[in-house]
């Protein structure tokens, strides 16, 4: 492996799944639902299966999807033309790295907001930029919110792009207008491409609202806006996403996208588009009862001892695990599942600074009633 991409070899969710299996442990750790999206999807996809779409799609995705992605994205007040400013890719993750790839030189910074994401260090290391990171700072409430000075400091004639991600994992922060304001701002004065990941999108809770920061002025130009089917249709193993921008910036990523994977999902594709014209009244049910579940996950994991931060939105909370008494949450996450039956994600493995964010362990509450009570009871022992 070449030196620039040692530091990925293994992602944290695949580790931790694997300790959770190997421990029959509950697993809160990697973030995927345990039950399935709406039956009206799930039939499109077999219809599709049976009825002969099984062949490569075109290049940019079948017609009909881009047409729904453009139709979903008016609910923003934006308008893209699906033939020439929608492309479709195998989940946000491609399209996270086919962007950088595709829009940056060896050399160029890419300011990346942590904790981040584990993909986006690996992407932009494969498309030879050089990261910048800027830390969310937490506020008196325990809200995790966007550092613009430190934004503003961390900028320089090499900067290209930034990476945005709201609502966020895995804080659950989503970003407020004015946060999204400065943001903005930052990325006119500075001629910045930002690549926003937004695959949470449905997923924000009480009335907070998730503002694409496409929608701010001067961003339409210079914002590849990026999202996924897997959280708002609870198909995480489907793997398809999409890129809306400009017709310039699509056919660049486009270009990098066409020799990853060419094409992906084809049945699949029509049935995302089913689900994107037709089930989002089911989608208002997941987000009233995600919206349960953390609050069922908070107060139980509250009850254990632990110090829960707020959730605004996406699957998951995080907790200081220091009132506990212990100081790493990573060392903590290593023995949870043998110790108690447990499975988390340490928030620090999404850091460039583990040090500063090493006392937070983050719980994921997309899972079913019962097995969130589960996990609680067991958590319960652990002191
Ligand atoms: N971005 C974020 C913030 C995520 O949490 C995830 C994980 N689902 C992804 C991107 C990857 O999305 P996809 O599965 O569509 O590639
Ligand atoms: N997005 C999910 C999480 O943060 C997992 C994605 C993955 O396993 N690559 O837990």
């Not at 030879?128 to 809200?143: C, F, N, Q």
């Not at 966020?168 to 004065?189: D, I, K, M, Q």
Request: aromatic share 8%.
């Amino acid at each position: 492996l070449v030196p620039r991409l040692r530091p990925f070899t293994s992602t944290i969710f695949a580790e931790m799944t694997a300790l959770a299996v190997k421990h029959d442990a509950v697993n809160l750790g990697q973030g995927f639902p345990d039950t399935d999206g709406p039956a009206g999807m799930l039939e499109a996809a077999k219809n599709a299966l049976f009825g002969g779409a099984n062949q490569y799609p075109p290049g940019p995705g079948r017609p009909e999807l881009r047409a729904a992605i453009a139709r979903h994205r008016q609910r923003y007040g934006t308008e893209y033309d699906p033939d020439t400013e929608i492309l479709v890719t195998a989940g946000a993750t491609e399209a996270i790295t086919a962007a950088l790839i595709a829009l940056t030189e060896p050399g160029d910074e890419v300011i990346v907001i942590e904790p981040y994401y584990d993909s986006y260090a690996a992407a932009v290391a494969m498309a030879g930029a050089e990261r910048k990171v800027v830390g969310l700072v937490e506020g008196e409430d325990g809200r995790f919110g966007l550092d613009v000075e430190g934004l503003r400091a961390a900028v320089t004639p090499r900067t290209r792009a930034i990476l945005v991600n709201s609502p966020h994992n895995p804080t659950g922060t989503v970003f407020t207008r004015a946060e999204l304001e400065s943001l903005a701002a930052l990325c006119v004065e500075h001629d910045l491409i930002a690549i926003c990941d937004e695959v949470y999108e449905h997923l924000v809770f009480d009335d907070n609202e998730h503002i694409p920061l496409v929608t701010l002025p001067g961003m339409r130009p210079r914002t590849v806006s990026i999202s996924s089917a897997g959280k708002t249709f609870n198909c995480t193993g489907w793997k398809i996403g999409w890129v809306c921008s400009t017709p310039e910036l699509v056919a660049a990523v486009k270009a990098a996208k066409q020799f990853i994977t060419f094409v992906s999902g084809g049945p699949l594709q029509p049935a995302v588009a089913h689900a994107l014209d037709h089930e989002l009244a089911w989608v208002d049910g997941l987000r009233s009862s995600l919206e349960e579940k953390r609050d069922r996950l908070s107060a139980g994991l509250a009850d254990a001892g632990f110090a829960v931060r707020p959730t605004a939105g996406t699957y998951f909370v995080c907790v200081d695990v220091r009132p506990l008494g212990f100081t790493d949450a990573a060392d903590l996450a290593w023995e949870l599942p043998g110790r108690v039956g447990v499975a988390a994600v340490p928030v620090k493995v999404f850091t460039d600074h583990p040090d500063e964010w090493k006392h937070l362990l983050r719980f994921a509450f997309c899972k079913r009633n019962d097995v969130i009570d589960e996990g609680v009871t067991r958590l319960r022992k652990l002191v």
